[in-house]
């Protein structure tokens, strides 16, 4: 069927601050998610019309009449953001979808000229109206905040307009491919990734990116390229030999009889531990091309990864027997003799090898370590001092001098020599970290810290360099640490702040140090900004508002007190100090409101006064003087159930508050029940001694009821 292209008029005019309502035609092709956009974009229910077309142009991407409704969605939803909801920054991000489906989605534009013109023209004034210029930088962020957020339409419009700038290239270009894959156009990916690897060609990401993509498209062999670089450099071993394992399997499906194939394979079961799985494959292969010495070579390495020494031993020696001169041969079947304890033989294999190439590194270093557990530490370094005399420009040589040095106690010699190495190899990470060791060993810190401060410039991902970085700045810290804490136990605080400060960067320890040291200069304000300072380092430790507290609650600033203490108990709720400090805040805030009910008792404002105590009481359930307060207010307002309720209160948490039985008895007579009165009276005549107006008045009661 002939498709009725959707109708776009996608020249927008501003009309003061927003834009004219574009029109849309109600045509559609037979696609149900693009029939089922056009009624909500006719209901304008942007948004879930938005989200058809998406489900439209994902099914085919090369939808042209899908790609301008969608475009057409967003403009529509600009217009709604920009004229109704007042929202500019939405405005924006939908009038940059829309030109990305327009302009760059597909290999040639989805709308005319004019159109994409016109949309340009609303975008600029929108970003103009922000106030807020358009840098490289700011759109890169900008784009990264889209992708971010999901809105990938909006991030890739974004990332094209940075494909020419130098400082941005890679990231765009990479990110593109990203999100065009996300948007099921690998063609798309492809051209993207190739180009982001143009620029950073060593890039493992990318390539393991690139092999993915060719793989989706069914480009086995470029994936096949891509994903060898990517094994060697990436840490998602696991998952390329699984891409490798399909696209394998694939090719032996489809070619059951070729060597080659089943031979690697193989290999990547080998990779995958999968040993019988592996030999099983290149047994095929073997079968296959009885004559390839390639495959006889994997099986014996397979041997030889299971420790099958004698097995692979077998197979070298007839490999070598037709290629005797074959150096990895060789030494491989060194290294199983090595394995086997047979090291004569091991030793003259090496040494066969090494006759045949004698820069090979690999059979020098096997020949060497092999030797070395056979002489004297005072031969091993003659030995290994006779080759920096060889080697005078050999980074390796100074390299392995040094460690033998550094291993046997000479550590003056070590670093002599690992400074040595670095100056011919500076990019020599092992050295700069034994160096580092080196240094720690001679307590100086200093130079121990610079050195893998250096290493981190170099490898700032190597996990060792991390770890000896942390070992070194942690003491590096401590020897700081130390020196500021004798300055502060001395008194002189200012030096000790001085020295608190050189720990970069600042821990929560330092910064406690800093601040203390100020709060005994009597500099509140600092030691406050320093204590928030180590809460950001050290969230949960409860002692820092602890501190805060004291600080504002011996300052008289009670409500910041309770903030802070409230927090130093939340994180810990068995804190005593901050618990015995939170009763005395309470206290304190208790204070200021029995004083300001007192007041208002004063003033006859008794409603008001009860008020207060509640609240009071609601912190401090167990205060018996707040009940007895409560209970004169409810004795004003002639309550007097409640009264004698508080005034028993009173009694449970202060029984030596006796003059509460008076009250009790005063009030049960006013309540007519005068044999309990009676009662009350007699308790607190029972419990005071001296003669007084109460006393007095309570005999006489007494004999009253009688």
Known sequence: MKKLFFFFLSILLFQEAGFSQPVYDDNYVENPNYIQGNKFLQSSQYSSAINEFKKAIRTNPN?????????????????????????????????????????????????????????????????????????????????????????????????????????????????????????????????????????????????????????????????????????????????????????????????????????????????????????????????????????????????????????????????????????????????????????????????????????????????????????????????????????????????????????????????????????????????????????????NYNDAYAIIKKAQTIAPDNELVKKQLDIVAKEYDTNNYNLASNMFQSGDYEKAIEEYKKINPPTADSLIGIAAAYQSLKNNTQAITYYKKAMELDSKNSDLPYYIASIYSNDGDIQNAKTYIDMALAKNPSNKPAKELAEYIKAKQAEALISQASKLYDEKKYTEALQIYNQILKDMPSNASIYYYRAMAYDAVNNYKAAIADYKSTLKYAPDMVIAYYSIAVDYDALENYQAAKENYKKYLETVSEDNDYTRYAKSRIDEIK
């Open 63 to 443: 939808d042209v009449s899908a790609l301008i409704a969608l475009s057409n969605a967003y403009n529509m939803r600009a217009v709604y953001y920009n004229n109704t909801a007042k929202s500019t920054e939405n405005a924006i991000s939908d009038t940059k979808s829309a030109l990305f489906f327009s302009k760059y989605y597909s290999n040639s534009s989805a709308s005319s000229p004019q159109s994409i013109a016109a949309m340009q023209k609303n975008l600029s004034t929108l970003e103009s109206a922000t106030g807020s210029p358009v840098s490289s930088e700011s759109r890169y962020n900008t784009a990264k905040t889209y992708r971010t957020k999901g809105e990938f339409a909006a991030a890739a419009y974004d990332y094209y307009q940075l494909l020419n700038d130098p400082k941005y290239v890679f990231e765009a270009n990479s990110a593109l491919g990203d999100i065009y894959k996300i948007f099921n156009r690998p063609d798309m990916s492809v051209n993207f990734y190739k180009t982001a690897q143009k620029y950073n060609p060593d890039n493992s990401d990318i390539h393991l990116k690139l092999a993915r993509v060719y793989e989706q498209i069914n480009d086995f062999s470029s994936a096949l390229n891509e994903y060898g670089f990517a094994i060697n450099n990436s840490s998602e071993r696991e998952d390329i030999l699984n891409s490798l394992e399909r696209i394998w399997q694939k090719k032996v499906d489809e070619n059951p009889k070729d060597a080659e194939v089943h031979a690697n394979l193989g290999v990547v079961f080998q990779k995958q531990k999968r040993y019988s799985e592996a030999l099983a494959e290149y047994q095929k292969a073997e079968s296959l091309n009885p004559s390839n010495v390639n495959t006889k070579l994997n099986i014996a390495t397979l041997f030889q990864e299971q420790k099958r020494y004698n097995d692979a031993l077998n197979i070298y020696n007839q490999i070598l027997k037709t290629q005797p001169n074959n150096v990895s041969v060789l030494i491989y079947k060194a290294e199983c003799l090595k394995a086997l304890n047979k090291n004569d033989d091991a030793v003259s294999t090496f040494k066969a090898a090494l006759n045949l190439d004698p820069k090979n590194t690999n059979a020098k270093a096997e020949l060497f370590e092999l030797l070395k557990d056979t002489m004297p530490a005072e031969q091993v370094l003659d030995f290994l001092y006779k080759n920096v005399q060889n080697s005078p420009m050999n980074a390796d040589s100074y390299y392995e001098f040094a460690y033998e040095l550094h291993k046997n106690g000479k550590i003056d010699d070590a670093i002599t020599y690992y400074l040595q190495t670095i100056k011919l190899d500076n990019k020599k990470i092992d050295a700069y970290i034994n160096l580092s060791q080196a240094y720690r060993q001679k307590q």
